[in-house]
């Protein structure tokens, strides 16, 4: 399965859930930042069970392409700046939303309703930098960020670096 989407980044992130949070309840990173100053493109929320995915656009839309999995892709990283996976707990649906309300769901093919299991999700980046934070690409600016995002059933495996950007993102102009 693969839809093509775009996803809208509000200050600076946006989430994927296997479940809804409840009305007040927001998934959050820790805002941790590697060794390198960069912060963690991909965290696992310490608030409601899902993935924070940190962007390089305040607010903004970013094209992506979401893939869903029988088993575990092979690595596809060429032209792609950062590669991170995670695990995510859902069942049937998988829902990518954000501190607007803006929100994309879409149902799993695997394992079956009612069945709870693990996910792992590849979240790969490019052209994070080349952003420069700017609000709705200002002025004729072109918002260049682009994410893919793999998943399929898998055992837990924690937070898994595969390709880090050595640089530290830039400030806004």
């Not at 790969?124 to 690409?137: F, Q, T």
Request: charged share 30%.
């Amino acid at each position: 399965m693969q839809q093509e989407m775009t996803l809208h980044a509000a200050y600076v992130h946006y989430w994927i859930t296997g479940s809804e949070p409840e009305p007040g309840e927001v998934p959050r990173g820790a805002g941790r930042q590697r060794d390198n100053g960069r912060v963690a493109v991909l965290e696992a929320s310490e608030e409601h069970p899902g993935l924070v995915i940190r962007t390089g656009v305040q607010h903004g839309d970013i094209p992506a392409v979401v893939r869903v999995h029988e088993s575990e892709p092979e690595l596809d990283g060429e032209g792609w700046d950062e590669i991170v996976e995670g695990d995510l707990q859902a069942e049937s649906y998988v829902q990518l939303s954000n501190l607007d309300g803006q929100l994309h769901e879409f149902d799993l093919p695997w394992p079956g309703y009612g069945d709870e299991c693990n996910w792992r999700v590849r979240l790969s980046v490019k052209g994070a930098d080349d952003s420069l934070s700017v609000a709705y690409g200002e002025d004729g600016h072109e918002l260049t960020e682009r994410h893919r995002i793999d998943m399929w059933p898998a055992p837990e495996g924690g937070l898994r670096w595969l390709r880090e950007d050595a640089r530290g993102f830039r400030k806004p102009q």
